[in-house]
């Protein structure tokens, strides 16, 4: 959902109606959009009726910071399924990097740099246990 300003010319401190948990609403999908909405921050700040520095503070506020990478993660998940797809295209012509990528997106892939190497399987300490239960 995206949430419009309510007028181009209105500013916040003007706008009775707009509490500021709705404009801190906008302002987050605002940040999450990839363009920001076209928007440069002082043009977010203008339009927020805050200045610059406000800007850059919330976005440092964990709440608002949360909330931006939560509506992110909504967006790229929503979008996830038409990567696959091309992924897939490009594996199937034999592109070697959309197909290690394919693996690599397995639950069970296990990455080279996480996989015990043989060595160190083998100096791995075993305890073994007596059947009357001592070592």
């Known amino acids: 959902m ?3 300003w309510p ?3 209105t500013k916040m401190n003007d706008l009775a109606v707009v509490e500021k948990t709705e404009m801190q609403t906008w302002f987050c999908q605002c940040l999450a959009s990839p363009d920001r909405y076209g928007l440069t921050s002082k043009q977010i700040a203008e339009k927020c009726g805050i200045g610059v ?3 850059y503070n919330w976005i440092h506020t964990p709440e608002i ?3 931006i990478k939560e509506l992110r993660a909504d967006r790229i998940k929503s979008e996830l399924a ?3 797809d091309v992924l897939l295209k490009k594996a199937m012509t034999g592109d070697v990097k959309a197909i290690k990528l394919i693996y690599e997106r397995w639950d069970d892939y296990i990455h080279k740099s996480q996989a015990l190497s043989l060595n160190q399987m ?3 300490p075993i305890a073994i246990t007596q059947s009357d239960g001592t070592k």
Request: glycine letters at 0%.
């Open 2 to 4: 995206i949430l419009l």
């Open 7 to 9: 007028s181009d010319t």
């Open 53 to 55: 520095t406000t800007v």
């Open 65 to 67: 910071s949360d909330k």
């Open 82 to 84: 038409k990567v696959d």
């Open 122 to 124: 083998i100096n791995l």
